[in-house]
């Protein structure tokens, strides 16, 4: 670790370099001077050769080590790429605040391959807590502003990931979304510097705040399928490979400072004033001669170099002792356990409860992982409850990214501040706009400028998205927001439809109402649905179900995206009766399969109205980007209704599954030819096929039970279709493993389902 620049342009609280007992920095050189960094690199160079490494890792670090510019750091860089690869890779990092990242820098660490990761604390809250300007200013913006750039395509490959320091009176699932919004390819979690004379804060009366908080954000990873590497989680797992943090592997960390001095660990720092030093420096005293410092030498000697407490401990070989600083106490030195070890002891035992350990080893000796759980769950046709809630969260994630993503594009905008700010102070309203289906088809469109042009082009859906929030949230909020068409669409609110509107309109939002000005026109429109009607304001509406209220979505733009032609609003005789058709045939769900009915309790929310087509009056969709939505035409019959609820809800919950894991080999090319279509089909499309009948076959079956007739032929055929399917897939050769434990879990279910319908 190369400390190139010794001062720092933030003036974080909680640093360990400037505010913790080690004061050494202020007699140091404010940069690191090129013939230092040239002697740094021979001594790294002469320790690859000698002793033949096959890797070694640089991380530029400070204080602040973008305050040397590009030019210096260019200059830095070279000397360490030109004196260490002709002897080994050279693996090259920086850590950064990020304040003064820059397109020209990022070019800089893509042109030499170095990794660049960014400190930021989470949420604005968060993150200004301690991470702020000298003036006391916050950092949040430029930070989130250095993230975006490296999250660009051309950048990404330099893109490292986060390090967060904990403070456990920040809100963990604020801070946990606010990382996972950042799409870091790694999360690194870290505990606040403290030694036993300097305990760490514990507000409030829990025994272990930090294990804790950390558990919090252990459970919303793992409940969203660990969407990032968060180290200090994967070390910590049995078998996991440690870290400095923790762990038995020998420390392999040195630090250079800005004068050329060898030094320990930098979080030392924290311990005493000088606790790093060794005395030697890169001008007289090679790595070999370093390592032999009798604090270095005590890190290589794993369990034996632990104090008599941690030798006995039941988890030493995952805990380590924790950081090496956090032992410190007057009087004892570092043979303590950690200051944290309560806190490291309940983390270990909440990682390994959650989830819930390995259960059952069937006869044959297989054990079960997380992802076979919910795959055989949902290849009992329907899944349950916490299954839903799962794909709901992922499917509530990948929006999330993908809005992220959106507004990389346009940089920090008003609107985005603006859902940034909800987010934080308004979260469930932020949270219930996003679920709604038709936000990700329109992020993308937004994103897929190829994607073909429809009802909905593809402006940016973030001013409408903020202002529904806000709308929502009842929170006072004022954005421009892009016209369509006269039209202005909130997301799961309903559409105004003023002519003369512009391309752009002014939206104020106030208690109980919004304000609407642009091009010719100005209008106020009362959310009161007691109220009399605005003109031009065109509400969503729902119907009660028992799993909540299920939209009639027909204003949304995005709802387009079945492929088929929608139905414009429905007048209001129409939406009535179209309403009790959905509601009865939800009760019908609920008498014929009620497993089936609890599914679509935990995750339908809206109904599209397809466009009516005499040829094919029974029509019904799902898109793959709109899950807790399916499309149907209008009709009155609440029996059929059921059967194409139930059948698209599988297609739904399928796709939200593909979303996660492959199931079928990717590039495949293989067609497979089925009992229901004419046509060879690909093996995804069985796949889907497969499912649908299956949940179908349920249905007929329950029916056949209560009135045999033509229930029984019914039943009958999709079992024929579902089994001769399945058996189709499974013999393609085309799924992966994953795939095949899923068809094989479904023909079983099948098996079952035939033998007790007798
Ligand atoms: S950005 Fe880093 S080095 Fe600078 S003050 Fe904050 S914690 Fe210390
Ligand atoms: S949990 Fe405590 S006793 Fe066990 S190894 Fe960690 S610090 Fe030592």
Known sequence: ML???SRCDLSCDHCYVYQHADQTWRGRPVRMPLATVRAV???????????????????LHGGEPLLLGAAGLREVMAELRAAITQWTRLDLRMQTNGVLLDEELCRLFVEFDVRVGVSFDGDRAANDRHRVFAHGGSSHDHVRRALALLRRPEHRASYAGILCTIDVRNDPDLVYEALLAESPPRVDLLLPHATWDHPPERPGPEPTPYADWLGRIHRRWVDDGRPMSIRMFEALRPGGSGTEAFGLAPADVLVVEADGTWEQVDSLKTAYHGAAGTGFDVFDHSVDEVTRHPGVAVRQDGVAGLCATCRACRVVDRCGGGLYAHRWRTGSGFDNPSVYCADLLRLIDT????????PTVPADGSTTSPVDELLDDLATGHGSASTLALLAATQLSITRALLAASRDGSGSTPAWELLVHLD??????????????????????RLHSSAPPGLGAAVDPLPALAIAAALRAGVPAALHVPVQADTITFPALGSLVLPGLGESAEVT??????????????????????????????PTRDVP????????????????????????????????????????AWRVVHRDVPAHAAALDGGLRAVVPLAPDPARPLRSATARHAFGA????PHSDPETMAVLLVHEWQHAKLGAVLDLYDLVEPGQGAQIRVPWRPDLRP??????????????TQVWQSRAAADPGDASANAAQFLAWTRDGADALLASRSLTAAGERFVGRLRHALEETRAGSG
Do not use: N
């Not at 320790?47 to 490494?53: D, G, M, S, T």
């Not at 990682?351 to 390995?358: C, F, I, K, L």
């Not at 028992?546 to 139905?567: I, K, M, S, T």
């Open 3 to 5: 400390k190139v620049h």
């Open 424 to 445: 934080q102070s308004a979260s469930e309203a932020v949270r219930a706009i996003l679920a709604h289906p038709f936000v990700r088809p329109g992020l993308v469109r």
């Open 683 to 696: 093996p995804e499309g069985v796949l889907q096929g497969v499912y649908a009948h299956l949940a179908i």
């Open 509 to 538: 939002v106030r208690p109980g109402e919004f304000r609407v000005r642009g091009g010719s026109v100005e209008q106020t429109v009362l959310l009161d649905p007691m109220a009399p009607p605005s003109t031009g304001w065109f």
């Open 545 to 584: 179900v028992p799993g909540g209220r299920l939209l009639l979505e027909d204003g949304d733009p995005y709802r387009d995206c079945y492929g088929q032609p929608v139905q414009s609003r429905l007048d209001g005789p129409a939406a009535r009766a179209l309403g009790r058709t959905l509601a009865e």
């Open 630 to 633: 399916v499309a149907v035409t």
């Open 351 to 358: 990682v390994d409860a959650y989830p819930p350990p390995t």
């Open 41 to 59: 690199a021979q001594r790294i160079a002469e320790h690859a050769r000698e002793h033949e490494l096959p890797v070694v890792h640089v991380v």
